[in-house]
């Protein structure tokens, strides 16, 4: 387990030298080292090392931060680029307060306004805390919003089966993971008036369009806006 010790460690101090928002975070950094150093100490197969990586990541509690592999069925998927609903949570429950069009929980009959009490036949309160940031001394709504999410954007190549509220009466609801049309990187138009339309429709850990960014705006350079 020793090369994955040193990963670890050359990981934690690359954060604590050049990441520049602790201050904003609350996380103890430090602790962070005490807590998951010795369980990748402990590990017995590389495999194991992913999960407990993603949850190093998850004490920052950022979709910018993250690992560019995943287990299938394991790995919860990136928030927000992964999500297809956005909620905060109350009390024992998680309040739907955006949903993406064409998104597969909108296709589910997934609405603003419904409130998710249990994830995979749990209820959700318990699951939402154990995503929760272990070094952090006190958990903020912040926090929790990341936790929540990343609960509902559920696992990479998994089906979510939710049990859902909406005007007093419950029902379960299976949110059948779909191949969804493959949209292109980007769409790209002049509209009337001479403003320039750009749409993109690729997502965190995606490069893809990083070769097509300077053609673009070649392309617009002479439209009056964007």
Sequence with gaps: TQPLVEDFLYFWE???NDF????????DWQQVKSIY????????KPIEFIPIMEEVVRELYSGHMYLMTHIPNQSHQL???????????EGEAAVIIDVKEGGLAEKSGI???????QVEGKPIKAQVEALLPKAAST???????????????????ADRHWEVASGGEKQAITLTKT???????FEMNVLEGNIGYLRLHNSLGNNELIPHIESIFQELTDTVGL
């Design 14 to 16: 690359t954060i604590q």
């Design 20 to 27: 520049v928002y602790f201050d904003v975070k609350q996380v």
């Design 139 to 157: 958990h903020t709504r912040e926090m929790y919003v990341f936790a929540v999410n990343t609960l509902l954007a559920g696992k990479h190549d």
């Design 179 to 185: 191949t969804l049309p493959t949209l292109p990187l």
């Design 79 to 89: 928030v927000p680029s992964g999500a297809d609903v956005w909620a905060e949570f």
């Design 111 to 117: 609405n603003v306004g419904m409130k998710v009490h």
């Design 37 to 44: 150093l010795p369980r990748i100490e402990a590990i017995e």
